[in-house]
């Protein structure tokens, strides 16, 4: 396993809800903001979520804004992405990605393996 | 929202070509720009940062240029292994926005 694990993807009916999480190993986790990237199948890259390293700031996309909502526990070097009123277009690979600053560079430089969440009556 | 644009959406090459995408934001981003490859069922990987800056690890044949609103990716000498689609992204404002991708393949 590499230093970010996603879990709790499935098959969800449209309108149901669901949590993802994204536990991190190997480096000190309350130092880094975490966000969510997803794709569609077949789609690229779409930036979804982030959470700050200390938890005090998060910003959604507009997709998911009043829908998905982020928390984050470094005492369990975790944060959790909460899915309500899922939509078919939620269907998606979610990966986290651990945000490197240095100075005024931003760079994803660790990903999860993503985990794959299907939205279907 | 800043907005990037990729071109082409998909390539295909020769071994041993040169082979330049394009990515254009919206408004200015100064050079708060990187790459990333992604290779089938894998997770995104960057390869350059600030615009124009070498991840450390990654063969010199990729390299990185421009500023502003106009930015290129380069692969001096296509490789099997570089089949993959590549995203450019802003880093400039939240949401930290990715191009549509380019496809690359081999001819």
């Known amino acids: 396993q590499g230093p970010l694990v996603e879990s709790g993807g499935g098959v969800v009916q449209p309108g149901r809800s669901l949590k993802l999480s994204c536990t991190a190993s190997g480096f000190t986790f309350r130092s880094y903001g975490i966000h969510w990237v997803r794709q569609a199948p077949g789609k690229g890259l779409e930036w979804v979520a982030v959470v700050w390293y200390d938890g005090t700031e998060k910003y959604y996309a507009d997709s998911v804004k009043g829908r998905f909502t982020l928390s984050r526990d470094n005492s369990k070097n975790t944060v959790s992405l909460q899915m309500n009123n899922l939509r078919d277009d939620d269907t998606a690979v979610y990966y986290c990605?651990?945000?490197?600053?240095?100075?005024?560079?931003?760079?994803?430089?660790?990903w999860g393996q993503g985990t794959r969440v299907t939205v279907s009556s | 929202d800043i907005q990037m644009t990729q071109s082409p959406s998909s390539l295909s090459a020769s071994v041993g070509d040169r082979v330049t995408i394009s990515c254009q934001a919206s408004?200015?981003?100064?050079?708060?720009l990187n790459w990333y490859q992604q290779k089938p069922g894998k997770a995104p990987k960057l390869l350059i940062y600030d615009a124009s800056n070498l991840e450390t690890g990654v063969p010199s044949r990729f390299s990185g240029g421009g500023s502003g609103t106009d930015f290129t990716f380069t692969i001096s000498s296509l490789q099997p292994e570089d089949i993959a689609t590549y995203y450019c992204q802003q880093y400039d404002s939240l949401p930290y926005t990715f191009g549509q991708g380019t496809r690359l393949e081999i001819k």
């Open positions: 990605a651990r945000e490197l600053r240095i100075l005024r560079n931003k760079v994803f430089d660790y």
């Open positions: 408004q200015d981003i100064d050079n708060y």
